[in-house]
T-cell receptor, first 117, second 113 residues
Framework: NAGVTQTPKFQVLKTGQSMTLQCAQDMNHEYMSWYRQDPGMGLRLIHYSVGAGITDQGEVPNGYNVSRSTTEDFPLRLLSAAPSQTSVYFC????????????????FGSGTRLTVV | AQSVTQLGSHVSVSEGALVLLRCNYSSSVPPYLFWYVQYPNQGLQLLLKYTTGATLVKGINGFEAEFKKSETSFHLTKPSAHMSDAAEYFCAGRNFGNEKLTFGTGTRLTIIP
């Protein structure tokens, strides 16, 4: 199993450009989420999804869109990049609370380091 | 709502010394608690977790943590530090019935040779 795969690993954008960060998992996890990691702030939740067709906002959703058309994929879209979105982005997945192994914790991807200039 | 506080953004210990990383939680219901480790330029890896049952939890790489409800704490310890333990450590928690995981701000552990 590949686990959680994030692409690209590195990206430089100009202010105002758009892009999509890809996240895919092959563990049949119902729950998927996006976090951003900034120095001294830990990981902050951007958006999450409890299953295909269902998404919701986290702590810092502004400037980001998500969709969940399949169980496997959960892309994160930046519509108009800003320097404040310079960060490391992590995708994570887990079984849902209602699943048999809901307490197994999250599986994380290796991250996407995004710089907006 | 769940919140997690890590005391000390940087901790330095000598090789072979005790490692103690502090984590406190606030919650109105018993939480699920986790410790993750992040090595440079990598993702987060689960060290250990507390869900129910035994309050002393053993994890990978010789780490363990004890859930103390009376102190609302879940401190991470390792009896003897190794150079390979240098990394950033995150405490995280979530409430039963809620998928969302809340992270502390992290503690960077430095090992002094």
């Amino acid at each position: 199993n590949a686990g959680v795969t994030q692409t690209p690993k590195f990206q430089v954008l100009k202010t105002g450009q758009s892009m999509t960060l890809q996240c895919a998992q092959d563990m049949n996890h119902e729950y998927m989420s996006w976090y951003r990691q900034d120095p001294g702030m830990g990981l902050r939740l951007i958006h999450y999804s409890v299953g295909a067709g269902i998404t919701d906002q986290g702590e810092v959703p502004n400037g980001y869109n998500v969709s969940r058309s399949t169980t496997e994929d959960f892309p994160l879209r930046l519509l108009s990049a800003a320097p404040s979105q310079t960060s490391v982005y992590f995708c994570a997945s887990s079984y849902s609370i209602g699943g048999k192994r809901a307490n197994y914790g999250y599986t994380f991807g290796s991250g996407t380091r995004l710089t907006v200039v | 709502a769940q919140s997690v506080t890590q005391l000390g953004s940087h901790v330095s210990v000598s090789e072979g010394a005790l490692v103690l990383l502090r984590c406190n939680y606030s919650s109105s219901v018993p939480p699920y608690l986790f410790w993750y480790v992040q090595y440079p330029n990598q993702g987060l890896q689960l060290l250990l977790k507390y869900t129910t049952g035994a309050t002393l939890v053993k994890g990978i790489n010789g780490f363990e943590a004890e859930f103390k409800k009376s102190e609302t704490s879940f401190h991470l310890t390792k009896p003897s530090a190794h150079m390979s333990d240098a990394a950033e450590y995150f405490c995280a928690g979530r409430n039963f019935g809620n998928e969302k995981l809340t992270f502390g701000t992290g503690t960077r552990l430095t090992i002094i040779p």
